[in-house]
Nanobody
């Protein structure tokens, strides 16, 4: 059974940084899609950053390019999202999601497995 557990959210001032972690368990091997998504109040869940191909090339939403970085530690079975230069509009619940297939997309509806989410609030 696939399990994803996020940690690292919190309150940060504009311009600050946070690093989210997602502990991953239950996939058959290391070949699967994994990504970070977020949902703000009253908005749809959106893809922030995903790794969905065999070569591990990440993709990013335009709104976070140059500020957020996704990475994987295969030895620790953990995926990270380093978030820099945070803005109030980044405030949301952040979710880690995965799928057994290499989906080649960062659209939430295609992902089968989800963590419980972690709140990120950017405010002065």
């Amino acid at each position: 059974q696939v399990q994803l557990v996020e940690s690292g959210g919190g309150l940060v001032q504009p311009g600050g940084s946070l690093k989210l972690s997602c502990s991953v368990a239950g996939f058959r091997d290391d070949v699967y899609s994994i990504g970070w998504f977020r949902q703000a109040p009253g908005k749809d869940r959106e893809g922030v950053s995903c790794i969905t191909s065999i070569n591990g090339t990440p993709e990013y939403a335009d709104s976070v390019k140059g500020r957020f970085t996704i990475s994987r530690d295969y030895a620790k079975n953990t995926v990270y999202l380093q978030m820099n230069d945070l803005r109030p509009e980044d405030t949301a619940v952040y979710y880690c999601a995965g799928d057994e297939l290499l989906l080649r997309t960062c659209v939430a509806k295609f992902y089968d497995f989800w963590g419980q989410g972690t709140q990120v609030t950017v405010s002065s």
